[in-house]
């Protein structure tokens, strides 16, 4: 791992089981950080001349046939295609698609950690059937993912705003960490407060939620379900068309 003030890069090695053991680690080391995930690599292509860049929206893992799809709910001038993840090096091209080892186990285990709008994979043509994989050489790899490095920087700044909102989303309420050091909570209670806070930040306009102060954790729950079942915090509905 190589960390900036803005940039994590993991080196994960090639094939599957090196992917799923970098994503891993990856979650493991910034849990409380939730992507985006770009995966960049060298594919090969029946057809694409060499160096050509895509963005995967589609990961077919050749083995078992399984289908990965990746969720891509912003505008990028990127071009997409589908890629087939072989367990070994492939040079038959039997599709007019990308091929390489890892993207399948990309998808399935990156999209079991964040957001499956946060995982997204770049990858650069580097054979093709004129250019075969047994040709390349470490400086061409090399060059082929310094020459993403601006498609890659246009793909984080596409997934921006969806990452700003989700950061806003999950962040923690109003009230929670002033609660989590008045009592004690259990990891369950912690998660069903985080959640009650939550709703009561949308409907509150920021006053509190208790009307007098609780001696305890289950007090404090119980006030806050009271309080959020009050009728007069339901949502107006008086004006919804019909």
């Known amino acids: 791992m190589f960390k900036s003030d803005e940039v994590c890069l993991v ?3 090639q094939g599957k089981i ?3 053991a970098a994503i891993s680690a ?3 080391h910034f849990h409380e950080e939730p992507g985006p995930w770009i995966n960049v690599g060298i594919v090969g292509h029946a057809s694409a001349p060499i160096g050509e860049i895509y963005l995967v929206n589609q990961a077919v893992e050749h083995s078992t046939k399984l289908t990965y799809y990746p969720s891509i709910p912003f505008d990028t001038p990127l071009r997409g295609s589908k890629i ?7 040079s038959k091209y039997t599709e007019d698609c990308l091929y390489d080892m890892e993207s399948s186990a990309f998808f399935y285990i990156g999209q079991q950690f964040i957001p499956a709008e946060f995982a997204q994979s770049i990858k650069i043509v580097s054979d093709n059937f004129k250019h075969p994989f047994k040709k390349i050489k470490s400086k061409d790899v090399s060059e082929h993912i310094g020459s993403a490095i601006e498609k890659i920087t246009l793909l984080t700044d596409c997934m921006s705003p969806l990452v700003a909102s989700w950061n806003k989303i999950e962040s923690d309420p109003c009230f929670y960490n002033e609660t989590l050091t008045r009592w ?3 990891k369950t209670q912690q998660a069903e407060l985080r959640k009650l806070l939550r709703q009561w930040q949308t409907i509150s306009c920021g006053q509190s939620p ?4 609780p001696t305890s954790s289950r007090e404090a729950m119980i006030q806050l379900k009271e309080v959020l079942s009050d009728p007069k915090y339901a949502p107006d509905l008086s004006h919804r068309d019909n």
């Open 11 to 13: 080196i994960s090695g």
């Open 18 to 20: 090196a992917t799923a």
């Open 26 to 28: 990856t979650a493991t």
């Open 84 to 90: 087939i993840t072989y367990d070994k090096p492939n």
């Open 184 to 186: 004690k909570f259990s």
């Open 210 to 213: 208790w009307m007098k102060v």
